[in-house]
């Protein structure tokens, strides 16, 4: 890509404007940074042009990895794997941010999402109009009840006025097909303008580091009809794909004292799946389904993927009620459902299997009952069995599973969620007045699911299948309802004082009611943690007042200064089948502290800066930003797990979580950005950030309520009496220094492009005594317009683009353990070349 664009403001803000022809901001064609955008925080966009250099077919949120502030890492090129993509803007991860697509909610991005898909999935990325991100705090009409610390917005193109048809053919490592149709119908006439679209995508990828394959369909449709009354858009997108889970690796500290000792322990780099190696898995694994003991926590699955079906519609009116009124409506709706699937030993799960499937189980011994691994070896203090009836236990498990040695977990995914956003907008001289509101309801249902990996068929076992369409569930673990409502209202003025200073200032209210329940409760002993069933009931939360203040003044019409203040609120995550949400404490009395004396997170947000847009002699140009913002971030909530798990923690039996509120973070930061353009030849775009943020006290990992935080520093490094020291450390997974490099040639009907993205050390444990090294990466794309009108075409492109062009190896996203001693890493993805031919007729 070559520079990011400064946003416009976006009138109205509340309607999701998504025309990159007409809303999109000043030379975004050229990608500069502007300075002359009467923003009162720091706002940046890509637009489409831009996007599509890094990668065609790149996730929208891959796309903005370049800006200053932000860290987006995956393990794929395209940034379209979920399951280890991880996003910080300013020190918040990805469930602290909002994000909307056309100004419709896309919930908050966990991977085990309950109230939202990623925009990757709510769009098809050549029909990406352009991205918006706000870093500090996103604007008072934004649809998200997430946005603590900015906001991520993605825009769809609008349908051209002219007929015509574009085909982009993709091919490249790791046997990369993709395929993009799309379809304009240019103005049908009938008053006013009247103009569709209809689109398809189709991607297959092989994994690189196994035989696994990313692939899937999705469509979309946009209709709109714009005349002196008003504008209607009507959108609709369908996406069914599957991913395949990249594992990460377990690194250990090599004690557990407080030392800055890195890592010694070797761990391998990436840990490739066995699929579809049957027969080789099941040599791997023992008879009883145990992985090799030397292997730990590293042990090696059969095979993970993740499995989404989306539809997502709105319809929006922006009726214009005089020449200084204009009324937005939209209505929306989006149903999927979805599967989460890892495939591995029977033994790494026995904890959960045995309650259910062992019928003499309730019989038992306490200390006769398998371990982790442990599927038919006797606990050395159980003297109520043989060596040999453990092993038959053992053996008579295996079988109830299929014979493999092997079981299959799913978390099953059903969200209906539809909502209303409204905004009217008064353009009364030196003021612009805003008022709107945003309400939704969304009910969602999670099943954690165990299924049989049978020996005589292995076909049957297979990552492009979901369990539940070839057989019946072994055991329902759980099953979690929730019924959620949201409600937002915003007023806002913007207030031209004179001519230099621009006011704005307004407020909004984040409203939740949600109530959650389990048809479903996990047999006991099979959830770590839990000694009664999971917690029920409901939680509302009401904050009425949430302000935001800002102001620009400009200086010459070149040089203007900025400044915001806000407060943001994190409404309390209602997922049902994991950790983040009071929902899944292992007790009802932790919840019952929640929904009485709890407090979501919150945060203020302090930002000021300067812009500078100056254009010299001979086509030389200057567009520069200098940002400082301070967050001062309450109550943060950390899930503490009982049995650190999932995937990414080499298990996949998992447990319960405490949820406790560990005190706040204090963050002082600067971002530093500057575009130099020689004319349209050259450009060189460059961006620095520096983040400190730092936790406030220490917390207890033996919390059982809500009083995590300890209000002490008791320093050092070691965990004593179960306090952990992170008094006074730095945030871990997010590093202090970021810098970003585009240079952009442009020669004739060729261009070239070279991005540098430097990511500084990480700490990769709450303590900071253990930490992964920076990377540089590289990449590098090449265009070259070929002669259209010669091949019968309105236009003509072949790209050349590679990722990681020093195949550089390194840690990419980072999973923080909530112990001290151990944390996961998932690798950089190698050097990647794709060929692309881009045509239309």
């Not at 100004?103 to 352009?130: F, H, K, M, T």
């Not at 200032?505 to 939740?512: I, M, P």
């Not at 949820?659 to 020689?678: C, H, P, Q, S």
């Not at 070929?786 to 790209?799: I, N, V």
């Amino acid at each position: 890509m070559a520079a990011p664009a400064q946003a416009q403001d976006r009138t109205p803000s509340a309607t999701g404007e998504n025309a990159p022809e007409g809303n999109a901001p000043e030379n975004a064609g050229d990608g500069s940074i502007l300075v002359t955008a009467k923003q009162t925080r720091s706002a940046t966009a890509i637009p489409a042009s831009e996007i599509q250099k890094i990668l065609p077919g790149v996730s929208p949120l891959k796309a903005i990895q370049t800006l200053p502030g932000v860290l987006y890492v995956t393990a794929d090129p395209w940034g379209n794997n979920e399951q280890n993509a991880q996003i910080f803007i300013h020190g918040f991860a990805g469930n602290q941010l909002g994000y909307t697509m056309d100004g419709i909610p896309l919930g908050d991005q966990s991977y085990g999402n309950y109230n939202g898909l990623s925009p990757q999935r709510a769009v098809i990325s050549e029909n990406v109009g352009r991205v918006v991100v706000a870093t500090g705090a996103g604007d008072l009409a934004t649809a998200s009840n997430s946005n603590l610390g900015g906001t991520v917005e993605t825009y769809s193109s609008d349908p051209t006025q002219a007929f015509g048809v574009t085909a982009n053919q993709t091919a490249g490592s790791y046997n990369t097909s993709r395929t993009f149709l799309r379809l304009d119908t240019g103005n049908l006439g009938g008053g006013g303008t009247n103009a569709g679209y209809v689109s398809v995508a189709r991607q297959k990828a092989k994994a690189w580091d196994f035989n696994g394959w990313q692939g899937g369909w999705q469509a979309n449709a946009k209709f709109v009809h714009d005349d002196a009354v008003g504008k209607l858009t009507l959108y609709f997108d369908y996406n069914d794909m599957t991913q395949p889970n990249e594992d990460a690796t377990v690194f250990f500290k090599p004690s557990a004292g407080g030392t800055a000792t890195p890592v010694q322990l070797y761990t391998p780099y990436t840990k490739p799946f066995f699929y579809s190696d049957f027969n080789g898995y099941r040599s791997y694994i023992n008879a009883l389904g145990n992985s090799p003991a030397a292997q730990g926590g590293n042990y090696r699955n059969y095979y993970s993927d993740a499995q989404r079906t989306d539809y997502l519609t709105y319809a929006r009116y922006d009726a214009r009620i005089a020449d200084n009124v204009t009324l937005s409506n939209s209505i929306y709706f989006h149903h999927n459902d979805g599967a989460g699937v890892v495939a591995g030993p029977l033994g790494q799960s026995i904890t959960t299997a045995q309650p259910y499937l062992d019928p003499n189980y309730a019989s038992l011994p306490a200390n006769c009952r398998f371990g982790a691994n442990g599927n038919g070896v006797r606990p050395a203090a159980c003297t109520a069995l043989t060596d040999a009836q453990a092993a038959a236990r053992g053996a008579a498990l295996v079988a109830a599973t299929g014979g493999s040695g092997m079981i299959t977990r799913t978390t099953e995914y059903r969200i209906d969620r539809g909502g209303a956003i409204t905004a009217l907008n008064m353009d009364l001289g030196d003021h612009q007045i805003e008022l709107g509101g945003w309400f939704e309801h969304n009910s969602t249902t999670q099943w954690r699911r165990w299924y049989a990996v049978p020996a005589g068929n292995p076909g049957l076992s297979t990552p492009y299948i979901r369990p539940l369409e070839v057989m019946q569930p072994l055991f329902t673990q759980y099953q979690g309802e929730a019924r959620i409502n949201q409600l937002q209202l915003h007023v806002q003025d913007t207030w031209r004082v004179f001519e230099p200073l621009l006011v704005q200032f307004g407020f909004k209210t984040s409203a939740q009611w949600a109530n959650g329940w389990y048809p479903v409760q996990p047999r006991l002993g099979s959830l770590s943690g839990l000694t009664g069933g999971l917690p029920v009931g409901k939680i509302n939360t009401l904050k009425w007042f949430l302000p935001a203040v800002g102001a620009t003044w400009d200086f010459n019409g070149h040089e203007e200064a900025y400044f915001n203040v806000q407060k943001n609120l994190r409404q309390y995550q209602a997922y049902l089948a994991g950790g983040g949400g009071p929902w899944f404490t292992g007790s009802q009395t932790a919840f019952n502290a929640f929904a009485n004396d709890g407090k979501p997170e919150s945060s203020w947000t302090y930002e000021a800066g300067l812009r500078t847009h100056r254009t010299f002699g001979g086509g030389i140009g200057l567009d520069a930003q200098i940002n400082y913002y301070r967050v001062d971030f309450s109550d943060r909530l950390l899930a503490i797990s009982t049995n650190p798990g999932g995937i990414a923690g080499g298990q996949i039996a998992g447990g319960t979580s405490i949820l406790v509120n560990v005190g706040d973070v204090r963050t002082n930061g600067v971002d530093a950005a500057f575009t130099l353009r020689f004319g349209r030849t050259f450009s060189f775009y460059n961006a620095t950030s520096y983040n400190l943020s730092k936790y406030r006290s220490d917390y207890s990992s033996a919390a059982t309520g809500i009083g995590g935080a300890t209000n002490s520093c008791i320093g050092g490094f070691l965990v004593v009496g179960g306090v952990v020291p992170t008094c006074g450390k730095q945030l871990p997974g997010t590093p202090k220094w970021m810098n970003k490099s585009v240079a952009t040639l442009n020669v004739g009907p060729v261009e070239a492009q070279l991005v540098g993205d430097y990511v500084g050390k990480r700490f990769a444990t709450y303590s900071n005594d253990a930490s992964v090294g920076s990377y540089f990466l590289t990449s590098l794309s090449v265009g070259v317009d070929l002669p259209a009108e010669m091949l019968g075409m309105k236009k003509a492109k072949l790209s050349l683009n590679i990722t990681n062009l020093g195949d550089i190896k390194g840690v990419s996203t980072l999973s923080v353990g909530s112990a001290t001693n151990n944390y996961s890493a998932y690798p950089i993805p190698p050097r990647q070349w794709f060929l692309t031919y881009s045509a239309g007729f």
